[in-house]
């Protein structure tokens, strides 16, 4: 037990109690680093305030044997504070208090506080002292410090806090042992004393004089320059993001190449081995044409992964905060709201739960009626099978353009969206102020961002190898079994057995496709992509898979993505003319910018909101402004002469 802890009170708890350590700490303090440092737990980590919006547990073995359960909780500015108990402090709050109140084991309070700004965090190590539980203080950051040729008096932060204080380093090594060693000096401190913030900070890490400033803070100044500019700064993100849609055709092409190339390869061995028969086309056109034609966008989905994740963990996500916070304030919304609406292009459902950094109920309410219409990775499959369905001969530079409009038609249509439900349904009230610190620019760990690609691609053949093949399945009995079977008349020769192509015009899902024609024919629809609508609505990468397995019956043939935007583009009607054109394929896409087609969404909406009023809204209206947007958008195409 430190000297600080003498005069401590001991907490009652009894023996063999486990022990249940809980982090605790203000936003970008490197608290959910530390977390995965110590736990080799999977928490998301990133460079930006209010990352982490759930409660994480992790199971961890200690020195002497025993075993704790280490807690990561929401980042906290203040506990003193009137928030939304839906918002991170008040998830945090709910946790302490009902911590506070077990019994049955040991709870340790780890305050996780960055040593290179260590006054704002001593703020709150008041208010955790005062919950009179043990404490212990983790000061992270021990690696930027090092590099500036600076040290922490540990033993003057000790006296001063009244509590065990470990130094570490939340990037790299992490020196787990001196955690270790500090929660074994836990102590409930002393009295609370007022100490002064400031005159601590300065004794326990004396400032820099002014002949040696620090090298990352004149780096982080001479970049905001530029990319904080309010010229420059927008200019700057826009082409970044423009950059970015490009690389993924130029980059992920020739790796979707070369998985089209193994999916064809497994096609074949599987006609050699089943033939053509029911089983071998229910493999080749069942499965095949349909998980395995979504599987070659993943790279498109890991390379946008790896880059939303570098601009997170470098810091420029922050900025990106600032620089759109006035447009979102014309919107109803708020700086706070950018994160979850950026998370929202990887996937809508932890960006809904992220909404819960949002401290304005009102403000978040918006937010989470809006987010469906931000352009998520889901979509992505089906707009480069569009694109490159009826663009062909567009170049990547074109094709990247267009992906770009396709992601700020969703941001102004969630603008819009958010204008008006903040004026006609949720109620005014006065805005809290946009606060948010800018941490310096730091290189992206490499590690980190490896492992969330890696959890991205699991996740996503994971909805390929479970939902996505079993609703492929599905749709191929449904494309094969006839809904009226042909009787043949009197004394008529045996009728020759119908084609594939045949069999599949008159099936229960051409029937229910062709009965919505009336409503989709205005905006340039056929029964296949009704059929490849209905089917997206549980999962948005279902609109490929359908139509894989549509046109991969239709066309006998393995369902790669070129033959399959070959054969939409050669899809003709009765009269021998091209069912599908650019002005359908620009009218589906606007459709898909705004439909709400992801049934995780809608229940993540009703998770959060603890009502079905909300998602229900939020599927109304999502469909109304998609239908409009497609129709509005498939004659103004045929007006202008695009075919």
Not at 154 to 175: F, H, I, N
Not at 201 to 228: C, E
Not at 564 to 579: C, D, F, V, Y
């Given at each position: 037990?430190?000297?600080?802890?003498?005069?401590?009170?001991?907490?009652?708890?009894?023996?063999?109690?486990?022990?249940?350590?809980?982090?605790?700490?203000?936003?970008?303090?490197?608290?959910?680093?530390?977390?995965?440092?110590?736990?080799?737990?999977?928490?998301?980590?990133?460079?930006?305030?209010?990352?982490?919006?759930?409660?994480?547990?992790?199971?961890?073995?200690?020195?002497?044997?025993?075993?704790?359960?280490?807690?990561?909780?929401?980042?906290?500015?203040?506990?003193?504070?009137?928030?939304?108990?839906?918002?991170?402090?008040?998830?945090?709050?709910?946790?302490?208090?009902?911590?506070?109140?077990?019994?049955?084991?040991?709870?340790?309070?780890?305050?996780?506080?960055?040593?290179?700004?260590?006054?704002?965090?001593?703020?709150?190590?008041?208010?955790?002292?005062?919950?009179?539980?043990?404490?212990?203080?983790?000061?992270?950051?021990?690696?930027?410090?090092?590099?500036?040729?600076?040290?922490?008096?540990?033993?003057?932060?000790?006296?001063?806090?009244?509590?065990?204080?470990?130094?570490?380093?939340?990037?790299?090594?992490?020196?787990?042992?001196?955690?270790?060693?500090?929660?074994?000096?836990?102590?409930?401190?002393?009295?609370?004393?007022?100490?002064?913030?400031?005159?601590?900070?300065?004794?326990?890490?004396?400032?820099?004089?002014?002949?040696?400033?620090?090298?990352?803070?004149?780096?982080?100044?001479?970049?905001?320059?530029?990319?904080?500019?309010?010229?420059?700064?927008?200019?700057?993100?826009?082409?970044?993001?423009?950059?970015?849609?490009?690389?993924?055709?130029?980059?992920?092409?020739?790796?979707?190449?070369?998985?089209?190339?193994?999916?064809?390869?497994?096609?074949?061995?599987?006609?050699?081995?089943?033939?053509?028969?029911?089983?071998?086309?229910?493999?080749?056109?069942?499965?095949?044409?349909?998980?395995?034609?979504?599987?070659?966008?993943?790279?498109?989905?890991?390379?946008?992964?790896v880059a939303l994740e570098l601009i997170e963990a470098s810091g420029y996500l922050a900025r990106c905060a600032f620089l759109v916070?006035?447009?979102?304030?014309?919107?109803?919304?708020?700086?706070?709201?950018?994160?979850?609406?950026?998370?929202?292009?990887?996937?809508?459902?932890?960006?809904?739960?992220?909404?819960?950094?949002?401290?304005?109920?009102?403000?978040?309410?918006?937010?989470?009626?809006?987010?469906?219409?931000?352009?998520?990775?889901?979509?992505?499959?089906?707009?480069?099978?569009?694109?490159?369905?009826?663009?062909?001969?567009?170049?990547?530079?074109?094709?990247?353009?267009?992906?770009?409009?396709?992601?700020?038609?969703?941001?102004?249509?969630?603008?819009?969206?958010?204008?008006?439900?903040?004026?006609?349904?949720?109620?005014?009230?006065?805005?809290?102020?946009?606060?948010?610190?800018?941490?310096?620019?730091?290189?992206?760990?490499?590690?980190?961002?490896?492992?969330?690609?890696?959890?991205?691609?699991?996740?996503?053949?994971?909805?390929?190898?479970?939902?996505?093949?079993?609703?492929?399945?599905?749709?191929?009995?449904?494309?094969?079994?006839?809904?009226?079977?042909?009787?043949?008349?009197?004394?008529?020769?045996?009728?020759?057995?119908?084609?594939?192509?045949?069999?599949?015009?008159?099936?229960?899902?051409?029937?229910?496709?062709?009965?919505?024609?009336?409503?989709?024919?205005?905006?340039?629809?056929?029964?296949?992509?009704?059929?490849?609508?209905?089917?997206?609505?549980?999962?948005?990468?279902?609109?490929?898979?359908?139509?894989?397995?549509?046109?991969?019956?239709?066309?006998?043939?393995?369902?790669?993505?070129?033959?399959?935007?070959?054969?939409?583009?050669?899809?003709?009607?009765?009269?021998?003319?091209?069912?599908?054109?650019?002005?359908?394929?620009?009218?589906?896409?606007?459709?898909?910018?705004?439909?709400?087609?992801?049934?995780?969404?809608?229940?993540?909406?009703?998770?959060?909101?603890?009502?079905?009023?909300?998602?229900?809204?939020?599927?109304?209206?999502?469909?109304?402004?998609?239908?409009?947007?497609?129709?509005?958008?498939?004659?103004?195409?045929?007006?202008?002469?695009?075919?």
């Amino acid at each position: 037990m430190s000297a600080a802890c003498h005069d401590a009170v001991a907490t009652p708890v009894a023996p063999g109690a486990p022990l249940k350590v809980l982090l605790i700490g203000r936003p970008n303090s490197g608290k959910s680093s530390l977390f995965n440092a110590l736990t080799g737990g999977r928490a998301h980590v990133g460079n930006y305030p209010g990352i982490t919006v759930d409660v994480l547990e992790a199971d961890v073995p200690l020195p002497d044997g025993s075993r704790a359960v280490f807690v990561d909780l929401p980042g906290v500015y203040s506990l003193n504070v009137d928030v939304d108990p839906q918002s991170d402090e008040g998830v945090c709050r709910a946790y302490l208090d009902k911590a506070r109140a077990e019994t049955g084991s040991r709870v340790i309070v780890a305050q996780v506080i960055d040593s290179t700004n260590l006054m704002v965090g001593l703020t709150l190590t008041r208010q955790l002292r005062a919950l009179g539980m043990p404490f212990v203080l983790l000061a992270t950051q021990r690696d930027v410090l090092d590099a500036e040729g600076r040290r922490l008096d540990v033993k003057a932060l000790e006296a001063g806090v009244g509590a065990p204080v470990a130094y570490v380093s939340a990037r790299g090594s992490a020196r787990v042992s001196d955690v270790f060693e500090s929660l074994a000096r836990a102590c409930v401190p002393p009295a609370p004393e007022d100490f002064d913030a400031r005159a601590l900070a300065d004794a326990a890490l004396p400032k820099r004089g002014a002949a040696s400033p620090l090298r990352l803070h004149q780096t982080t100044q001479r970049l905001d320059r530029w990319l904080m500019h309010p010229v420059l700064g927008p200019l700057v993100f826009v082409f970044s993001m423009g950059s970015l849609f490009t690389a993924l055709f130029m980059v992920a092409d020739p790796a979707s190449i070369a998985v089209e190339g193994l999916l064809s390869l497994i096609a074949r061995g599987v006609t050699r081995a089943l033939g053509e028969g029911a089983l071998g086309s229910f493999i080749n056109d069942g499965v095949l044409g349909g998980a395995g034609t979504v599987v070659q966008f993943l790279p498109q989905i890991l390379l946008l992964t790896v880059a939303l994740e570098l601009i997170e963990a470098s810091g420029y996500l922050a900025r990106c905060a600032f620089l759109v916070e006035r447009l979102l304030r014309l919107a109803g919304l708020g700086g706070r709201s950018f994160m979850p609406m950026l998370m929202g292009h990887a996937c809508a459902v932890p960006a809904i739960a992220a909404t819960r950094t949002i401290r304005d109920p009102r403000e978040r309410l918006l937010t989470l009626l809006v987010l469906p219409l931000t352009t998520c990775s889901a979509r992505i499959p089906a707009y480069a099978l569009l694109i490159s369905a009826f663009f062909p001969g567009m170049a990547a530079w074109g094709k990247g353009l267009l992906f770009l409009a396709l992601y700020l038609f969703g941001l102004v249509g969630a603008g819009l969206a958010s204008f008006v439900i903040g004026r006609v349904l949720v109620k005014r009230r006065r805005s809290l102020p946009f606060v948010l610190e800018l941490p310096p620019y730091r290189l992206p760990q490499v590690p980190q961002v490896a492992r969330v690609a890696w959890q991205s691609g699991v996740r996503f053949l994971r909805d390929v190898g479970t939902t996505i093949v079993a609703v492929s399945a599905v749709l191929w009995v449904l494309l094969s079994l006839p809904t009226l079977p042909g009787k043949p008349a009197s004394g008529a020769e045996p009728a020759r057995p119908a084609s594939r192509t045949e069999v599949m015009n008159q099936s229960v899902a051409a029937h229910v496709g062709r009965a919505l024609e009336p409503l989709t024919a205005p905006l340039g629809f056929d029964w296949r992509i009704n059929v490849g609508l209905i089917g997206s609505f549980g999962a948005r990468e279902l609109m490929v898979s359908t139509m894989g397995v549509i046109f991969g019956i239709e066309g006998d043939s393995e369902a790669d993505v070129a033959r399959l935007s070959q054969s939409m583009r050669e899809t003709k009607n009765a009269a021998g003319l091209p069912i599908y054109g650019a002005a359908s394929g620009l009218a589906l896409m606007a459709f898909f910018v705004f439909a709400c087609q992801c049934m995780s969404t809608v229940s993540a909406l009703r998770r959060e909101t603890r009502s079905w009023k909300w998602p229900a809204f939020v599927l109304g209206y999502s469909y109304a402004l998609a239908y409009v947007a497609a129709f509005v958008t498939f004659h103004v195409a045929r007006a202008l002469g695009v075919s």
